[in-house]
């Protein structure tokens, strides 16, 4: 009898203990349904990859399926609002790890609800227009987290994004271009956002790598580099952002967000920037050694609070 009770208590422990781990992995959403993938090339088989670096990034590249991954703050923590990170990677890869998970987890932790947005790579052997393909995913990411704001607990107007260098370029291409295009909607718009070392330019001080791949063979194309360059799209209805630069960015120059600044300020929208002498580029939380760019959390914390977005 002892042995059975035993056994009966190893297997109650294994199934909560499997129970707890299901419960916290992350929930993933895909953002279209099977075979219904806009600007989708039929048959095009290229598997996904995820590849760890040395230097400690996962780099998810030929991304074919594009999703949310959601991570809930705790339930007495949540405070409403939510927010889609996208990460940078110059749209060649996606920096998934440090700008994506990591970043997810800090803002569950201020109870914001995160959802990490894995965006397809603009990539001719998998789609027609590579140019539109990002910005599809991210209106269509941005659309769901409104349409489903009741099921997560969400304030509907309490939804904004967070871009990293490309994936800058990908949220502020959001807040001034989601009235447009195929997947045009009010619900594609963000409340708010935060654009961290962002490509904002096609034109000078452009990260051309970012420019090139995204637009591939109209890389020359002016009508296009207007279009995407950011600075020139802003109106009155972008929302509120909070900006964070180094000025020794030799990757995307610091005038990305300066310009970006500047235009948001001639057109009336509420705007904060942290520029910082060192940091470089691509560090996301990891900003040990890198002097007083160590205060952009902290500052971005009370950005967030003054928006009625944490408490």
């Known amino acids: 009898m002892n042995l059975f009770r035993r056994l009966a208590t190893l297997v109650l422990a294994s199934f909560l203990m499997a129970t707890a781990t299901a419960q916290t992995q992350p929930e993933i959403i895909k953002l279209w349904p099977d075979n219904a993938v806009p600007n989708a090339l039929a048959g095009a088989n290229l598997p996904e990859k995820a590849e760890p670096g040395q230097d400690g990034i996962l780099r998810i590249s030929q991304v074919s399926v594009p999703t949310l991954t959601v991570y809930r703050p705790d339930k007495n923590k949540a405070t409403g609002a939510a927010i889609m990170i996208c990460p940078g ?3 060649y890869i996606l920096a998934s790890g440090h700008e994506g998970a990591d970043m997810a987890r800090w803002f569950a932790d201020l109870g914001i609800t995160a959802f990490v947005l894995k965006y397809r790579l603009p990539d001719e052997r998998l789609m027609t227009n590579q140019h539109e393909v990002p910005l599809m995913d991210a209106m269509q990411g941005m659309k769901l987290i409104r349409q489903n704001a009741s099921r997560y607990g969400i304030a509907p107007n309490k ?3 967070i871009g990293f260098s490309a994936g800058g370029h990908l949220a502020s291409t959001l807040s001034t271009h989601y009235y447009r295009g195929n997947q045009a909607s ?3 718009k963000p409340d708010f956002a935060i654009l961290m070392y962002p490509v904002v330019t096609f034109g000078d001080k ?6 090139d791949k995204l637009l591939g063979t109209n890389k020359t194309s002016a009508d296009l580099i207007a279009y995407y360059s950011n600075e020139l799209q802003v109106t009155n209805q972008t929302p509120p952002t909070f900006l964070v630069h180094s000025m020794d960015d030799k990757a995307v120059p610091v005038e990305n967000s300066v310009n970006y600044y500047l235009a948001l300020l001639q057109n009336g929208v509420p705007a904060e920037m ?5 940091g470089g580029h691509g560090y996301a939380l990891r900003t040990e050694g890198k002097g007083s760019l160590a205060n952009w959390p902290e500052s ?12």
Do not use: E, F, M
Not at 206 to 211: E, K, L, P, V, W
Not at 300 to 311: D, E
């Open 186 to 188: 009010a619900d594609a």
């Open 206 to 211: 452009a990260h051309t790598g970012s420019r």
């Open 300 to 311: 971005c914390k009370v950005w967030l609070k003054s928006q009625n977005l944490i408490r």
């Open 89 to 91: 990677g110059g749209y």
């Open 274 to 278: 942290h520029l910082y002498p060192t």
């Open 159 to 161: 939804i904004g994004v």
